[in-house]
């Protein structure tokens, strides 16, 4: 088989992949050692990113109605409600997808699975690779299938998407620095007869951890558990039996409730890591095989997904012979410095949730639940929050592929705002994968010849500068944004600046 792209791992990362080269119209393997998708729910949160990506190719919705929207956040101290953050506008007028959504990954896959069959192509599962090299022309790999049989592929690219133990990642000999922490975490799926009801998620504060509680679907007491063990537990977490979990879940808590069913726990080590690189030759990581870090702020499965996102475009353009294939070089110049962040940022998190310091645990306890919803109601506080936590917020101000002519409130490497222009949300627009030309008028210069001029290079859109677009990027004249296939800004410029469009692509595409 002689593919584009082989892809390596079939989870939630490796498949939203293979979705992407399929809008892309790129030629791809995908394998998994595994016989199918997970049938367990492990990572849960969906954050307005991922949405805003799954958006373009039709699947949004369908995760959405098989999700649980977050009401609230409640918190616990001492067995009993002291505090509680709304949800209901949470991201308002910064996403089309303002909210907090749960989706078992089991079905999260199924989904994105399902896409990948209507397209004409399929996962070969119970299949790994043995070995691989790469050369200046492609990568050679060795595959074992389920019967034993080794098969050769040679692809042009190849991807791993494969884990935390990424074979992909020790081949290629990349460093994978760190920490692993001490404690030993638990996520447990179950059913709870207590006293509080399904909307919301809960949050029990103690004065040396946090227990979480979230809603799941199906039935009114299905919920996702997730918590930690004491420093100092000397056991192996392939030891430690379910009812050691539950115990500890009672003590921490001090609720009165009830487990009536466990579908599902897991005991394990949380590691916090980064990779070195995110590509070797012909050769890129993806997701969990790149970075791994704390459950904090459910933020490890988006960012696979958007590694993915970033990597297919270039990966298009190159094999299409339409760029440079130097345009792969931005793939780690943009997802590294990211990864980095998110492995500190998902450190403070947890370490806030965990101290033992007794101001930290002062402050857990005694002021945050009863500050909380205040502190979240603050409108310039929502607009710093709900970006770092949706992953709205992630730029690539620093690439070699973001340009600024001008002076704007938004910047080259910022996500294209979200906002509503003549009835509809500007994203309806945005949904080929291809460049795409915003220009902003504010009526002065006439704007339609330089439209016509740029038609054969991108997808081109005119709009008048309403008062919300202006305030919004800090221009009141007219204005043109050059989109990335992936809606990020790579150029932006006051004017109807035809020119410069086309000195930026020219540095692109060939």
Not at 128 to 146: R, Y
Not at 253 to 282: A, C, M, P, Q
Not at 358 to 379: E, Q
Request: proline share 4%.
């Amino acid at each position: 088989m002689n593919p584009e792209v082989l892809i390596v791992g079939a989870g939630p990362t490796g498949l939203a992949l293979a979705c992407q080269l399929i809008r892309y119209g790129v030629d791809f393997v995908i394998i998994d050692k595994n016989e199918t998708t997970t049938p367990h729910s492990k990572a849960i949160g969906v954050q307005a990113r991922t949405l805003e990506i799954y958006e373009q190719i039709g699947l949004a919705e369908k995760l959405i109605a098989e999700g649980t929207l977050a009401e609230a956040a409640r918190m616990i101290v001492g067995g009993k409600i002291r505090g509680e953050i709304s949800f209901r506008d949470f991201g308002k007028g910064m996403s089309p997808y303002p909210f907090v959504l749960f989706v078992e990954q089991g079905v999260h896959e199924s989904i994105l699975y399902d896409f990948i069959k209507a397209h004409g192509k399929d996962v070969r599962w119970q299949t790994e690779v043995k070995d691989f090299t790469q050369d200046t022309v492609g990568v050679t790999a060795q595959i074992k299938s389920h019967s034993g049989e080794i098969e050769t592929i040679q692809a042009k690219y190849l991807v791993g998407c494969d884990g935390a133990k990424s074979l992909t990642r020790h081949s290629l000999g990349l460093e994978f620095s760190g920490g692993t922490f001490e404690r030993l975490f638990y996520v447990a799926d179950v059913q709870i007869d207590w006293e509080f009801r399904h909307g919301a998620f809960y949050v029990c504060l103690a004065k040396t951890n946090v227990t979480a509680f979230f809603p799941m679907r199906g039935a009114e007491n299905n919920y996702r558990i997730v918590g930690t063990f004491p420093e100092g537990h000397d056991k192996d977490e392939g030891d430690i039996l379910y009812e050691e979990v539950e115990r500890q879940i009672v003590a921490d808590t001090e609720l009165d409730l009830d487990i009536t069913g466990v579908n599902w726990f897991s005991v394990y080590k949380v590691h916090s890591r980064s990779v070195s690189r995110f590509s070797n030759g012909r050769c890129f990581l993806a997701g969990d095989s790149a970075h791994i870090h704390t459950p904090a702020g459910a933020q490890g499965m988006n960012t696979g997904i958007q590694d993915g996102y970033n990597l297919a475009w270039k990966l298009a353009l190159a094999l299409k012979q339409k760029a440079s294939p130097r345009i792969l070089e931005t793939y780690n110049e943009e997802r590294l410095p990211n990864a980095k962040r998110l492995v500190q940022t998902t450190d403070r998190f947890f370490l806030l949730g965990a101290s033992k310091n007794i101001f930290a645990s002062f402050v857990r306890t005694r002021v945050a639940p009863y500050l909380a919803n205040f502190v979240f109601s603050l409108n310039f506080l929502r607009k710093r929050l709900f970006p770092l936590v949706s992953q709205i917020g992630i730029n690539y101000r620093k690439s070699s592929l973001s340009v600024n002519d001008g002076n704007f409130k938004v910047k080259a490497g910022d996500r294209m705002p979200y906002f509503e222009v003549e009835g509809s949300s500007i994203y309806d627009r945005l949904r080929e994968p291809t460049f795409h030309l915003l220009l902003f008028s504010d009526g002065s210069m006439p704007v339609n010849a330089a439209i016509d001029d740029l038609l054969e290079l991108v997808d081109v859109h005119s709009f008048p500068l309403y008062p919300n677009i202006a305030e919004i990027f800090g221009m009141d004249e007219t204005y043109c944004v050059l989109l990335r296939p992936d809606n990020y800004i790579g150029y932006i410029a006051a004017g109807a600046k035809v020119e410069g469009v086309r000195s930026y692509l020219a540095k692109i595409l060939k």
